[in-house]
């Protein structure tokens, strides 16, 4: 008995020393190809900036994520997905899983010793390749690149992710049994909590009025998929939180492959899916997410509510059709209608349930009580490009900023989708933000937009000339948006205190439509502090006492393009040029098109060329587009005039 039980052993441990040979001999030269370009990728980059001087001068990486971070990338995701698919080529092939399984080895100890054979061959290479740059680390001094403490950071942080690619590899593995179906549905499940998150993100504005889909895609929703969080490594480092989740979710996945692979038939190799309840799942799930796609594409880009279905049809169509394909392993495939019309019913249960708004998710304004501060902006980017964006706390312009937001709420139906966007995000007392997003016709609302903009309190939150200290200025400089070389300088320390003033006083006394002028500013105001926090801010047409003081320290002619710039003007009707504006344009091209024409009104007079400068608008959707002609280089440039700034003298040639 004795006998029997060591000759089974021997033989057992024979089996095992030939898989690890047979292993080593089939997918070793993976693990050699990942080593040979990881170490091309950093240790060997690393060599040959610490070598070079002129180069060591002017690259400088903080992470050693960061030095050939692509390279890196595409290597953490190319390469254990590969291993895991050569790993177990043996479970989707008939003759070959015949073979494997026949042998004297429980299942549990083949899967164990390909699964660690596979963490073996992905560690490996990272581990040798951290010693090569610890043995670099004090002949190179590379301590002026990364600390020490990096390099363990690095190390860990690439075995991680490769662990966690590879354990779903392995995971689809034991519920496919194609090699390119696991290939593939391994990226879709690493990409699917990101992708649905953001399909949705980018559909619920549809559905739920007010929904802030920047926003929401903001708040860094990249760790929630591997993939895309590995290419984020160089600049946002993972917090713990995220790192102790993919831990626990290798050794999850490692388990539950176990179990499947445990419970899966040896007779279903080559199908698409081993197990009949995934086919369904695969087949909605792909309608679904192809839906959302078409849905998003359509009603983004066209709009109106016929493109928007349109888009959520051709989506599911053609979702359903290449599920279908890849489940029958065929194009001729077997439509069955049933199942499409199923999904369709409760899809179109899901859009009806939507608008009864049952959360009162669209009506949710809260209360001025409630509210501890708000910041209300034209754009989620006014929100989120500043490290402190500006909020309003006094209850009086909280209060205006709620009636404002329930009126745009009770005139959903009148709302423009593709109109101004309106921000609000409320801090309320009890610690919780309350966000939302819209598009209106900021004219049916100036009423609430004037009381709000006048205000004392927004005025000197939103312009950060109130916030500086004048005796940090160093200079200020005072450019024009033109396409022109001459600037004004002022140093002189009095006289930037004087500027400073007059400016302040000149925001203070602007109203709401001064500062939505169609008109485009004369010039950029950069001021530049010794803290070197600058500002910059723009010269509006309408401060005049600001162009007046200019004028008494003689920098006019240099702060703002004026008539003796301006060789000539050319004026034309837009209807008259045929100009196709959706297929692109040069300024030379509109220009030439003025010059040629018959009926472009030519301005030579100083006079009426200073009247066109206040008057035209720096967008050129208006009626008359208006060419200047710079003596500078000749340098063109083209505006236009709105219907309410059009000069006498032009609507007097156009008659």
Known sequence: MKWGMLAMQSKISLVNREIWKTLTRSVGWVSIIYFLGQFIAVPLEILMTSSSEEHRKYVYEESLFQFNSGIQVVLNIAIPVLLAVFLFRFLQVRSYSDFMHSLPIRRERIYHQYTLA????????????????????????????????????????????????????????????????????????????????????????????????????????????????????????????????????IFILYGFSLWVYKRRKLEAVSQALMFPFLKPVFKYGATFCTMLLGGMYFGKMEGGTFWLIAGYLFGAILGYFVAEMVLQKSWRIVIHIKGLIKYAGVMAIL??????????????????????????????????????????????????????????????????????????????????????????????????????????????????????????????????????????VIVDPVELKEMISVLKKEIDRSTYEETQNDNGPYSVIEIMQKDDKNISMVWRISYKQFEQWLSQKGLLENARVNASDISKIYIAREEDLDINFARGFSYEEVFDKMEGHPNTLKITDKNKIETILQNASSNIDGSYLVGFYYKEEGTIDIKSFTDKNIPDFVKQYFQ
Request: some cysteine.
């Open 118 to 249: 596979g963490c073996v061959f992905l560690i490996l290479p990272n581990v040798i390749n951290a010693i090569i740059i610890f043995a670099l680390y004090i002949p190179l001094n590379l301590a002026d690149f990364f600390t020490i403490a990096e390099i363990f950071k690095w190390l860990g942080i690439t075995i991680m992710f490769n662990l966690l690619i590879y354990m779903t590899g392995v995971f689809v593995a034991m519920i496919t049994g194609l090699s390119a179906v696991q290939g593939a549905l391994t990226y879709i499940i690493l990409l699917l909590p990101i992708g649905l998150l953001i399909l949705l993100g980018y559909n619920l504005p549809f559905y739920l009025y007010g929904f802030p889909d920047q926003y929401f895609m903001a708040n860094k929703i990249e760790s929630i998929s591997p993939l895309v969080a590995l290419t984020y490594l160089g600049h946002s480092p993972l917090g713990t939180v995220e790192i102790i989740i993919y831990i626990l979710l």
């Open 351 to 488: 859009v009806v349930l939507f608008q009864f708004d049952f959360t009162q998710y669209e009506k949710n304004v809260p209360y001025t009580s409630e509210i501890e501060r708000v910041h209300f902006s034209d754009s989620y980017y006014l929100f989120s490009d500043t490290k402190s964006p500006y909020y309003l706390k006094e209850p009086e312009n909280i209060d205006l900023v709620r009636r404002l937001h329930k009126e745009i709420v009770s005139n959903k139906n009148d709302n423009k989708m593709n109109g101004d966007p309106a921000f609000f995000a409320y801090e309320l007392k009890n610690g919780k933000t309350l966000v939302r997003s819209y598009q209106i016709d900021k004219k049916e609302y100036a009423h609430y937009y004037k009381l709000i903009h006048e205000s004392d309190e927004y005025k000197r939150t939103t312009n950060e000339i109130f916030k500086i200290n004048v005796d940090q200025i160093e200079k200020i400089t005072i450019r024009p948006v033109e396409p022109i070389s001459k600037k004004a």
